[in-house]
Each structure stands twice: as structure tokens, then as C-alpha cells.
């Protein structure tokens, strides 16, 4: 199995702390990683320099045939096909369940609103969560508004091309 | 009545509603022209207030320059003078514009800067993981900002939005100094008419606290068909 | 530039000079019966604090140029002659008591309720309480709105152009009608403003960050 997560001796300060040091692994095509370690040890850092969201001071990433740490980088595809899901969950508060769902298919695919709908539900229904469409985030339990953002995990899944990974307490990497 | 009553034979001045009040279609007149300006003002000025407010916010460092040295000169210099100096320097460049019309762009751009920092406040309150989450499922910063950043952060700063749009009425009675016909030079000239002054502005005065009342209860119903989280939930964001 | 001579510009700064007295003119005035306005609605009984919340909102309703008329026109029909001036004076100052009351008010009731335990522990009277622990207090938080407010106030007196009292604005009116350069004019009033208020505004903005950094 091909790999789609190649890390190569990646190597992270912020300011004059050490985050990460020659840290290297590789995650095969279909397998799930959980990434173990002290609080302070730099595992949300890692997942974070895989999308990009910080850089890495030396080193080289490649995920899912993008480059990550080269020139050239199209940004906005990679996040297309990368989904995280964060430890705060990040759902949008002024907006309801399935708008959270739909948000992402309407702008970033141009999926028509009847469509969008009809896939948000179908995820909706797939974590259970169908009779909550119409509620806020802040009505909604933690452990539900974790399945919301599973959902739209599931969601961005239905797109071509999609690499799945999950950034919790315990990481979780995944891709089709 | 009791007290103007007791008023009449204290004072040397007998009260005269009668005179002013016989002007009552010129009063609304003017009343609705100073509900149009307000309108007219608010809306351009909120429109103008939120670009500037993203120019200071996420723009270049040039732009939030720009923005920023616009919002000092216009908090730091009277309403009155900006007024004079678009209506009358407008005219002196060659641009011949109507009473409402220089009335309307002073105040749209008075209120556009005090409009800027209120929202620009309710935008640096969007907590960071919000952008970062819109960022991961492939928002444009475009988007981002129109879908994830502005909604929640106008439906924070409402209140203050909304009493700085009731002050701008209030404040749209310095435009009867270049003669736009709203309600207080309604006043001034009934009051040069009737010599009945100070009951002609206690009269004026009532109406302007019935159009806060008015425009508080606009604002109110805009905020239900707007926010419909807020609607629902009754909780503040 | 030609048509300003230096007499034009001795009238204008003049006009600054009224400017900036009656704005002081406001603010003592002002001050003081926003003062009793605070501790009227902090501390009253319920009747004085209904009277007072109902003082703030209708002077606050209703626009400074509706309460100067009223109060240059009104003031005579009182038995009061009164000069522009003393209008303005009184007028503004009513205006200005209505927001540093609100404002103080705000202030006094920030100042944690366990300092005025602590001190009714201490067997304090009620206004050794106030003096001596609550109003020290209260004047730290303050300190940053009121400045910034006297930018306000200072605005507030081109207002008193409507009635007729020469101030900064009123000048630069009167020189309009003889040079008819309006323009040039009131940008040079506006510049004017700028420098009386720009300054106070920069203050209050570093008087709020210094009294947060030491909060913390």
C-alpha cells in the first residue's frame, strides 16, 4: 500500500522552544495512526504542519500527492482534500446543524442548495443526529457536537478525492 | 397641566400650545424628513462602516492607515463643521448639491466612522479557531469573512450599532444650520413665526423622543428577521 | 490664501479661546450635577433613583439643539435675562450632567461590592464609605471615559452657534460670510478642532491601557 502521509525529519520552534525534532513517520493507505504522547509534546503541532496550518523550520511533508513544505502549493486544494476535525470542534455558533453541514458543499463545491441539503441529511442520519438538523451548536451535548463535525467529515468524503484525518485527544488518520 | 398651570401664574409667561400646534403638517413634515435622513444615513453609513472596518481589520497596512486616519478626523472634529464643510466646499468645487443631499453624504460619513470601530470590535472578538476551522474546509477569505466572521460579529455589537443609528437622528437636527428642511428648522422657523419658543421646542422635543422610541422599535424588529439564532434562543452570542 | 489676513486669523483664534471656555464652563458645570446625578441613582432611594433614570433618558432623547432654544428662550420666560453665553453655559451643562452621570453611575457600582463590605466591617459611616474607599475607587475607573468625553464636550460647543454665541465654529461662519472662501475655511476650523480634541482623545486611549495593565 502506497503511502499518503509521508513525514521527513520535520523540525519546529516557536520562538526559542523546540518544538519538534526529526520527526519522521508515514501513514499507509487505509490504516488508522494514533499519535501518543505528553500534553506539551508537540503531537497537535505535528497535525497542524500536515494542513498546513503552520510551517515546519526544516523538513519535508507530503500529503496525498501535494507537497506541503515545497513551492507551488495549491492551498485550497489541499484543504479540499484534507479534513480535520479539531479538539474544540470549531462548528460555526450562529448557524444551525445542517447550515454548518451544507456551509462548506455550497460555497467550496458549488453544490445547488436542494442537493446540499439532501446530502447533509443523509450524513446527519448516518451519525444519528437527523432530529437535531434545526438546532444550534450551543444546544447541543459535546459528544453531539463532536458527531456534527464527524458528519461534516463525512460530508467533505463525498467529494472526489478525499483524504479523511481526524485530530482528537487520540489522532486518527484515514483516507480513501 | 397642573404644573404649567401653577407655571402660568408664577412666571411671567403665559403658555400658548395653540400656536405652534396649528404648524402640526409642517412638524411631520419635517419629522418624516428627518426619519428619510436618518434611514438614508444609517443604511450608507453601516454599509460604509463595515468596509472601512474590514480595510482596518484584514486589509494591507496602507489601507489600515487610510481607515484609521479617516475615523480620528472624523471623531475629532465637530459634526457641525464636517456638515458645513460638504455642503458648502462641495458647492465652492463646482458641485452644486441640494440641502438633503450634502446633509445625507456629511452624516453618512460622519456615522460611517463611528459605525467602523464598533463593528471592528465585534470582528476582533471572532475567536481565531473559527477562522481556522473555516479555513480547513476550503472557505476563500472572501467567504469566510461574509459567512463565518460578519454575521456573528454584527449580531454581537447590535446594541451598540443601534444606539449610535438613534444618536445619528438626534444629531441630524445640526443639518437645519444649511437649511435642510427637517425638524428642527421646522422649529426654528415656527418659533420666528409665533414667538412661542419654548413650547414650540417642548413640542419638538417630544417628537424626537417618540422617533427614538420608533426607531428603537425598527431596530428591534430587524434584529428578529435578521438573527434568527437570537429569535430562537434568546441568548446572546 | 490672500484673503485671510491676520485679523481673520486673531478672530478665529479667539473663537477657539470662547471654544475652549465654555467647554470647561460644561464641564464644571456639567460635573457637578452629573456628580449628584451619580449618587442620586447609586445610592438614592428607589423614588430618586426612578427620577433620575427618567432625567438621564430625556435630556439624552432629545438633541442639543433643541435644549439650547430651549434653554435661551426659556430661561427669559423664566425672569432670567441671560446672555448666549450663560444659555450655552446652562444648556450644555445639563447636557453634559445627563452622560458623566450615566457614566459615573457605571463607574461607582464597578467598584467591587467587597470593597464596601470590607469597609462597612471597618464600622465606616455611610459617607467615610463613599469618601474614603468607594470614590477613590471609582475616580481611577473613570479617569478614561470622562477624558474621552470631553472630546465630546468640546465638539458639542460648535453647537452653540445655533443661539448666537461666537465660539470656534460661529467664527469661522462669520469670516465665511465676508471672504466667502468656505471651504479653506472651515477645514482650517475643522484642523483647529482637531488639535483641541485630538490630544484628548489620545490620552483617554492611554489612560484606559495603563488602568488595565494595572488591574491585571
Redesign the interface.
Known sequence: MSPIVEIDNISKCFGSTRVLEGVSFTVRKGSVVAIIGQSGSGKSTALRCIDRLETVDSGHIKVCGHDVTGPGLDLHQLRRDVGIVFQSYNLFPHLTVLQNIMLAPRLVQKARKPQAHETAMAVLNQVGLADKADHYPSQLSGGQQQRVAHAQLVQQLAAPRALRRQINEIGHGGCH | MLLLSAANTTLNYAFDFSAPLAYAPDLLAGAWTTLTLSLASTFFGFLLGVLCAIANTKGTRWMARCAGAYIEVIRNTPLLVQVFIVYFGLSSLGWQVGAFTAATVALVVNVGAYTSEIVRAGIESIPKGQLEAAECIGLSRWQTLLHVVLPPAIERVYPALTSQYVLLMLASSICSQISAEELTAVANRIQSDTYRSVETYLIVAVAYLLMSLLMRGLFWLLARLAFPRRRRLGTPL | MGFLNAAHLRFLFDGLLWTVGLSLLAFVGGGLLGFAVALGSSYGPRGSRLLVSLYIK?IQ???????L??A???LP???LDVAPLAAAAMALSIYVSAYLGEIWRGCIESVPRTQAEAAECLALRWHQRVWHVILPQAIKIATPPTVGFM?QI???T??A??IGFVEL?RA??II?NSTF???VI??I??AL??VL??PL?VLSRRLERKFHVAHR
Open positions: 430625556l432623547g432629545t438633541p442639543l439643539l433643541v435644549l432654544p430651549l435661551y428662550f426659556g420666560a423664566l425672569g472630546v468640546v465638539k458639542n460648535s453647537l452657534s445655533a465654529a469661522g461662519q465665511n472662501e468656505p471651504f472651515f477645514v476650523v475643522a478642532y482637531f480634541c485630538y482623545s
